[in-house]
């Protein structure tokens, strides 16, 4: 996910992912969503199952590749 379309500082976006990993903080959930050290909301497609089946239609159908769940 990069190119000039790309929203996030390359050089912060691990930054995150290895604060999390290293688990020092006992208030962050790995389950949660984050971005730059702070837990966000996810889209709510994410809730979505019926999206998200056809979602993974529309990629089998675009690539050839079936991605069951």
């Keep these: 996910m990069g190119g000039p379309g790309a929203s996030d500082d ?5 930054e ?9 903080d006992p ?3 790995g389950s949660a969503y984050w971005y730059h050290r702070a837990q ?3 889209h709510a ?3 979505d199952e ?3 089946d ?3 239609e529309a990629l089998d ?5 079936a991605l069951g769940r």
């Design 27 to 29: 208030q962050t959930d």
């Design 50 to 52: 019926t999206f998200q």
């Design 40 to 42: 966000r909301t996810p």
């Design 10 to 14: 390359l050089t912060a976006g691990h």
């Design 45 to 47: 497609s994410t809730h």
């Design 61 to 65: 159908a675009h690539t050839g590749v």
């Design 54 to 56: 056809e979602l993974l």
């Design 16 to 24: 995150t992912q290895a604060w999390l990993a290293a688990g020092d």
